[in-house]
């Protein structure tokens, strides 16, 4: 059973960052493309970035492009996503999900495995 664990969230004033980060139990991740989610309070749950198995490809909501980057590290089992000049529109519980391949995709029905979620508000 692969395990994913978020974390980095938190309350952060419009225009600033974080980074967030997401921890994978086992070393079959690096196998996988990878990708994040994000869901607002009463919305459904909507793709924010993915990145292929060698990191080579990403890809991002309209939304954050520019503002957003993905990023892994198969040699540590991690997939971070740094978020810059963050809005208030960004608030949102955000997860980490692994793909059901090596190759990216923007559906959340392609993802087999998702990490319990970790809390970001961007303050007005």
């Known amino acids: 059973q692969v395990q994913l664990v978020e974390s980095g969230g938190g309350v952060v004033q419009a225009g600033g960052s974080l980074r967030l980060s997401c921890a994978a139990s086992e070393r079959t991740v690096s196998s996988y493309a990878m990708g994040w989610f994000r869901q607002a309070p009463g919305k459904e749950r909507e793709f924010v970035a993915c990145?292929?198995?060698?990191?080579?490809?990403?890809r991002y909501t309209d939304s954050v492009k520019g503002r957003f980057t993905i990023s892994r590290d198969n040699a540590k089992n991690t997939v971070s996503l740094q978020m810059n000049s963050l809005k208030p529109e960004d608030t949102a519980v955000y997860y980490c999900a692994r793909k059901r391949n090596s190759y990216i995709g923007t559906g959340e029905y392609d993802y087999d495995y998702w990490g319990q979620g970790t809390q970001v508000t961007v303050s007005s």
């Open positions: 990145i292929s198995k060698s990191g080579s490809s990403t």
